[in-house]
């Protein structure tokens, strides 16, 4: 590939000015698949003056113009999309499903963005008094400085970059260190085949701590977008306080999954797979808080015993498993011992799972799960599933809130009950009956309101085969 150790900086391919390069490894099998190059500070300060002299022309085009280019990206991926697929799945661990939802939306968001640039360019705003005209007119913010994270690293990286250029800004992504090419270096490859003006997104890769950092305390930004971790992202809006810097961040949450009494525990139980599991559990809107109620809890906990027991964890390529391998070592270590070992110290009780061989970690489930250990309190980014016991849906709604959340469930036969609790839970967003986050929004950008987004489901699920019964799903 052409940017295999590369750079993508002012329309070029270029190395690093350190001249480092690492290796780019496929989870599964811990083989080499690629390297890239380290960038440096000085690195970024060349991509983000790039930016900033290459934003004016791209602006100044129409959007047509814009929309153009937009549309020729998505149909130089779509041309690649298996080859991307099979990509995903051996950088990020990820299974087909995952895979091809990822590369999909990415696709998609593209298509969306081009649409959007040439639909709408503001509103005519009723007038403060007779005789005057008000109108608002959407104007491009300048550099967007992007830092992606590893789980969904090609879709989280275009639902802002589709976007930020469609409307006219330039941007520098830094995608993750683990997976740099389908998060940053294939991008490039687009943009350097369908002619994408010089200047106009430029992609440099590096670790977080020397060419992360550096683009997130660049005072060369309009916009810094940060996906990833709630400690990185407090760090990253703490420093930008101290002169204001615009930063827009997305940090993961402790995201609960409420079983009142009332349940459908076989739908709950399916739906329980998708919340925590898919992935191996590592999104961050992945539930990490069962809290369920001792009526049912007992059905509960054989129903999602009985679905685990029967998942298969092995190398994404093979097609004979619903589970890939964590993302790395560290992340391993974390969920196995920071997680699941210091909350079985406390009392807590495996029911299945708690093993792993390298990277391929069982899935998890613990009961008597209490307030106090660490699989209550911590995101545990990992394929893992936590029973809490409460006895009412007051001390439900109490053990939810009070953590950072991005997604809870809440399940329950009754509708407007559900849509009474969810409206009680401090969350972005709240599904009743349902796990999925995918409500068709897939060009939601955050903004400067607060927004809930609740969903109803009252009709049957279309859930992946794996997540249901083993007994009815022929696994």
């Not at 590369?103 to 005519?124: F, P």
């Amino acid at each position: 590939m052409l940017s295999d150790a590369a750079l993508f900086i002012d329309g070029t391919f270029q190395p690093s000015r350190t001249g480092r390069v690492d290796a780019v490894m496929e989870k599964a099998t811990d083989q080499p698949i690629g390297s890239y190059a380290q960038a440096d500070a000085q690195d970024v300060d060349r991509a983000v003056a790039a930016a900033r002299t290459a934003q004016p022309g791209w602006a100044a085009l129409s959007a047509p113009q814009r929309s153009a280019y937009l549309t020729a990206l998505a149909g130089y991926l779509d041309a690649r999309q298996e080859e991307l697929i099979v990509l995903s799945m051996r950088e990020t661990g990820g299974v087909r499903l995952k895979a091809e939802d990822e590369v999909t939306t990415s696709i998609r968001q593209l298509r969306i963005s081009a649409v959007q640039a040439v639909e709408n360019a503001g509103d005519v705003l009723p007038p403060y008094k007779a005789g005057k005209l008000s109108l608002s007119r959407a104007v491009p913010l300048g550099v967007i400085g992007l830092i992606t994270p590893w789980n969904y690293p090609m879709n989280l990286a275009m639902r802002a970059v589709a976007p930020a250029l469609a409307f006219g800004n330039t941007v520098v992504l830094k995608p993750a260190e683990l997976t740099p090419i389908i998060g940053g270096q294939v991008l490039a490859e687009a943009a350097a085949h369908v002619g994408l003006p010089r200047g106009v997104l430029n992609v440099v890769t590096g670790d977080g701590p020397e060419a992360g950092w550096a683009l997130a305390e660049h005072r060369g930004l309009d916009l810094l977008d940060f996906t990833g971790s709630r400690a990185v992202g407090l760090a990253i809006t703490a420093s930008a306080a101290a002169d204001l810097r615009p930063v827009r961040v997305e940090l993961g949450g402790d995201n609960a999954f409420l079983v009142l009494e009332d349940a459908d525990i076989d739908l709950t139980a399916s739906c329980a797979m998708v919340a925590s599991l898919e992935f191996q559990g590592q999104a961050c809107i992945s539930s990490s808080r069962h809290i369920v109620h001792r009526a049912v809890v007992d059905r509960y906990v054989e129903a999602v015993t009985r679905r685990v027991e029967a998942l298969r964890v092995g190398d994404p390529l093979s097609g004979q498993v619903e589970l890939g391998p964590l993302i790395s070592a560290k992340q391993r270590d974390r969920v196995h011992k920071d997680i699941v070992e210091r909350s079985v110290a406390k009392g807590a009780r495996v029911v299945a799972g708690g093993t792993y061989d390298r990277l391929f970690y069982r899935p998890t489930v613990l009961m008597d799960v209490t307030p106090d250990m660490p699989a209550f309190t911590e995101e545990i980014f990992g394929p893992v599933i936590p029973i809490t016991v409460v006895d009412s849906e007051e001390e439900a709604i109490a053990l939810t809130n009070g953590y950072p959340m991005l997604m809870n469930s809440v399940f329950t036969a009754d509708l407007v009950r559900g849509l009474g609790v969810a409206e009680r839970l401090r969350a972005g967003e709240v599904h009743v009956n349902d796990a999925y986050a995918r409500h068709g929004a897939d060009n939601q950008m955050s903004g400067f309101t607060q927004r809930q987004w609740i969903g109803l489901q009252r009709t049957p699920l279309d859930l992946p085969s794996w997540t249901r019964d083993p007994l009815t799903a022929g696994l």
